[in-house]
T-cell receptor, first 111, second 113 residues
């Protein structure tokens, strides 16, 4: 059974703080996606990383794919209340079209 | 480009009743997924279609859940009879791009009383 362990599960921080969310697996993924989900909505794709060691930046968000393509991290700099939501990582299994989702990280950024 | 459409957005039923959800994927996307999501957790795959064929339904509780995608476009997911533990958000997603990128609809929140 492929698993994607995501941590932490919950994070409550003050506006302006930095944070990092981790996703780890023993499986190798062909790509990995990060999603953000707000209450009452479906997950929205933030980024896809494909190459081992790849780093992508989206404004204050930095995504990294591990060299072995088994793990990933999301770093948010100077968090804002608008960053509040459920962050999901999902690893893609090659040739199956299937995503393995992490358990999610609920982030609350207080003003 | 229109996103994934789902209806209804909310549904409240009593246990042992039946319910159906509808999904229309992004135009041209061959792969369609139904997920079940418990509040605050990651989505759990129920079934994956490629065009109108089932690719993976290993986690679909087939004694009560069924799904179809007859013309390879829109899809319906049915629960009959519903149980209390079926209360969740049911998400539909579609994919037609490389890297297994999936695009989600807004979901249907089901409450079983």
């Amino acid at each position: 059974t492929q698993l994607l362990e995501q941590s932490p599960q919950f994070l409550s921080i003050q506006e302006g703080e930095n944070l990092t969310v981790y996703c780890n697996s023993s499986s190798v993924f062909s790509s990995l996606q990060w999603y953000r989900q707000e209450p009452g909505e479906g997950p929205v794709l933030l980024v896809t990383v494909v190459t081992g060691g790849e780093v992508k930046k989206l404004k204050r968000l930095t995504f990294q794919f591990g060299d072995a393509r088994k793990d990933s991290s999301l770093h948010i700099t100077a968090a804002q209340p608008g960053d509040t939501g459920l962050y999901l990582c999902a690893g893609a299994l090659s040739n199956t079209g299937k995503l393995i989702f992490g358990q999610g990280t609920t982030l609350q950024v207080k003003p | 480009e229109a996103g994934v459409a789902q209806s209804p957005r909310y549904k409240i039923i009593e246990k042992r009743q039946s319910v159906a959800f509808w999904c229309n994927p992004i135009s041209g996307h061959a792969t369609l997924y139904w997920y079940q999501q418990i509040l605050g957790q990651g989505p759990k795959l129920l079934i994956q279609f490629q065009n109108n064929g089932v690719v993976d339904d290993s986690q679909l509780p087939k004694d009560r859940f069924s799904a179809e995608r007859l013309k390879g476009v829109d899809s319906t997911l049915k629960i009959q009879p519903a149980k209390l533990e079926d209360s969740a958000v049911y998400l539909c997603a579609s994919s037609g791009t490389s890297y297994n990128e999936q695009f989600f609809g807004p979901g249907t929140r089901l409450t079983v009383l």
